[in-house]
């Protein structure tokens, strides 16, 4: 078993930065594939960024290309979430979760992920 805790979440006004961590624990994730995804109010939750096992490769939703940076840190069991330029429709609970698999096919898909952490709250006021 994987455990994920997200942490990082906070308020702050639009053009701020937030880094977010995933702390995992249980198992070495160095072999997993790592996402976070982000759910708003009454909205189902969405795709924000994945990342490969070894970093190589990452993927963004359209929404927060340019802006959002996924990486991870293997030795400390660790990934994160670099959000510059937040938008109030960031605002949402931001979730991540992993797969142990050196496939991307699926990376958006939150159906394709075996471990998730509660969340972290962003907020982001106008």
């Known amino acids: 078993q994987v455990q994920l805790v997200e942490s990082g979440g906070g308020l702050l006004q639009a053009g701020g930065s937030l880094r977010l961590s995933c702390a995992a624990s249980g198992r070495t994730v160095s072999s997993y594939r790592m996402g976070w995804f982000r759910q708003a109010p009454g909205k189902e939750r969405e795709f924000v960024a994945a990342?490969?096992?070894?970093?190589?490769?990452?993927y963004y939703a359209d929404s927060v290309k340019g802006r959002f940076t996924i990486s991870r840190d293997n030795a400390k069991n660790t990934v994160y979430l670099q959000m510059n330029s937040l938008r109030p429709e960031d605002t949402a609970v931001y979730s991540c979760?992993?797969?142990?698999?050196?496939?991307?096919?699926?990376?958006?898909?939150?159906?394709?992920?075996?471990?998730w952490g509660q969340g972290t709250q962003v907020t982001v006021s106008s």
């Open positions: 990342i490969s096992w070894s970093g190589a490769s990452t």
């Open positions: 979760a992993a797969r142990k698999s050196y496939s991307l096919t699926y990376y958006y898909r939150v159906d394709d992920y075996d471990y």
